[in-house]
Every structure is written in C-alpha cells, then in structure tokens.
C-alpha cells in the first residue's frame, strides 16, 4: 500500500483532491494481551502523517510516529506490581481513513499495516519478552474530525504488536495543515 501511494505521489495521479499534513501529541499507553493485574504504562506518543485525501469520504495516510512508556511499577488500581509492558519505538507505515463527510464532527475509523522499530518489554505471569529490532504492527484509529474544515483530529490511536503479546496507543489530538497543489 506505502508503495501504491508514494507512486501515484510520484506520478501526479489525478484521483488525489488534496494533500496535508496531520501532526498529532497525545498521551501514550503501552499494555499487555494478559496479564493477571490489570496494567497500563503511560507515556508519549508523537505522530506525523502525509494524508491524501481521494474523496470527502477516504485517505490514504502513510504515517512515521514515536511511542515512549515507562512502567511505573503499579496497576490500574495503584497497586504495586512487577508486571509490566513499556514500549520505545518508532512507528512507520500506511492506513486509509472512511470518514462521515459532515462538517463540524466528522466520525472516522482507521486501519492499515505498519512496522515498529525500538525496544519492547511484556513481563507478566504468562509472558516473557524483551525484544529489540524491527516487528510488525496493525494500526487501528477511531475518532472525530473537528472544525468548519475538519482540520482539528480527537482521536483514540490503537497499534497491535503480536510479536511481543501488547498493544500501543494514544488519546491524541491533532492539526491538519493543507499543503498547496
């Protein structure tokens, strides 16, 4: 798909209406698949995104964004715990976008494939993983367009890691800035 949208970039396709660029800051969270307290390592999460936009109803988004979690040794319900899932990785890859073409709040939902690269820790009762390098990922958005433009994005992102048994994410908000033809 990344390859389909930067030749069609490259071959000034006509079937793209416009091109921005969504920058987005929110509050990251890293947590394992299972886990016998219930944890989640908070941290940042920072994401850039090139966003074709094909329709008032579909985009192309090939995306580069940074997660960092820490564990802070405690459950949901501040107890202390050993468990952990912490995450320190760059994120790349590319989603299409469906959105509701409305002004003012436009829903939308994301899904795409990307690759994560940095370091990744999943201690639980059931898992055992420290793993460094490059693994896989399936992102996973949902959210509200706001704005007369739709140019402000509040949004819940989501990026599956099956390799090491967690998932990443982030309450962000973001800031879409046309770019002229």
């Known amino acids: 798909m990344l390859i389909i949208i930067l030749s069609s970039n490259l071959a000034e ?7 921005s660029i969504n920058a987005q800051i929110g ?23 090139y966003v074709l936009r094909i329709s008032s109803w579909f985009e192309l988004k090939p995306y580069a964004g940074l997660i960092l ?4 040794g405690k459950d949901l319900n501040d107890n202390p715990t050993d468990e952990k899932a912490e995450s320190n990785a ?10 509701a073409p409305i002004r003012w709040a436009a829903p939308y939902v994301e899904i795409g494939i990307g690759a994560s ?8 009762a059931f898992t ?7 693994i896989y990922h399936i992102p996973f958005s949902f959210g509200l367009e706001l ?3 739709n140019n402000v994005d509040l949004g819940f992102a989501y990026y ?20 002229k033809n």
């Open 13 to 19: 396709a006509q079937f793209i209406k416009e091109k």
């Open 69 to 72: 979690t820490s564990s802070n």
């Open 160 to 179: 599956f890691q099956h390799t090491v048994d967690q998932y990443v994410g982030a309450l962000a908000v973001g800031i879409s800035i046309p770019l």
């Open 27 to 49: 509050y990251g969270i890293s947590s394992p698949y299972y886990s016998v307290g219930e944890i989640v390592d908070g941290g940042l999460f920072l994401q850039g995104e």
């Open 128 to 134: 055992n993983i420290n793993k460094s390098g490059f």
């Open 147 to 149: 704005g007369r433009n």
């Open 90 to 99: 760059l994120l790349i890859g590319g989603k299409i976008r469906v959105r």
């Open 117 to 124: 690269i940095g370091k990744f820790e999943t201690f639980t």
